[in-house]
């Protein structure tokens, strides 16, 4: 028999698992996202999540309260009525009365292979540090911090020069096959939870801007998980002159390479760039004001020279 579902996400990672449970034939009663920001060159008009915009395309209810704290919230969610609660990427707290509500709980689709990488930012985190492998997630919440027993598994290879944002495409079309595996289960009253190992653990914390920028003599293989973990968002950067002006420029791609020199110094005419040790290629870059381009076309605008500095 369907379940009866409250979903509850934000942003487009969350929008494939919304759209499965659906056509998976579950009774949505409602959506829970985060409110509609601001947004537009100026900042002045409000956009709705893209979970909203979805669930409105389904013809779903769409409940947008900043806080789920207030005794007039819980109740409002106690009287859905739901069977449970499928919470992908959210971005507010669940108290105890809202994952209480749900007659089966609430299962949370997170990016990681728990216990490594609890927290905001695990897909980022994964490649920041280099991990070579991740995966989704479907486990039931707690009050603690992504602390709750694990009910699916599907892992994930992330190659070399793989990034952040190619990651995270891949992930959110697994974990929307993964939720509607869990909730077929569910269904059956065949879905068993394994408790979550005590070793191991890791935070992946928001990412803070003030860690962005490139540091050119940390070894390659550290600046290289760097700028791919940061793409496409917020970014990697450095700065360099171009044409007589202290340029921003954003680094989206890049890949390891040969070579040697002072740390942040262009090496050669394909944009390799010397580290504390070893060097790395940049792939694709982007100019303040400007669009993601390929680094040789970068070159042929900028003109920048062999020994160059990147600062």
Known sequence: MPLRVVFMGTPEFSVPTLRAIAEAGHEIVAVYTQPPRAAGR???????????REAERLGIEVRTPVSLKSEAEQQAFRALRADVAVVVAYGLLLPKPILEAPRLGCLNGHASLLPRWRGAAPVQRAVM??????????????EGLDTGPVAMIEKCAIGPDMTAGDLHDRLMLIGAALMAEALARL???ALTFTTQATVGVTYAKKIDKAETR??????????????????????????????GRLERLKLLRSTLSQGAGESGG???????????SGAIRLVEVQRAGGRPIAAQE?????KLEKGTKFS
């Open 187 to 189: 269904e059956r009253d």
């Open 266 to 276: 262009i090496l050669d005419d394909r944009l390799t760039v010397a580290c504390g």
């Open 129 to 142: 540090a280099g991990d070579t492998e991740t995966g989704m997630m479907v486990m039931r919440m707690e």
């Open 42 to 52: 100026r900042g002045l008009e409000l956009t709705p999540s893209p979970v909203q």
């Open 214 to 243: 490139v540091d050119w003599t940390r070894p390659a293989g550290e600046v290289h998980d760097h700028i791919r973990g940061l793409s496409p968002f917020p970014g990697a950067w450095c700065e360099t002159e171009i044409g």
């Open 298 to 302: 970068f070159l042929r605008g900028a």
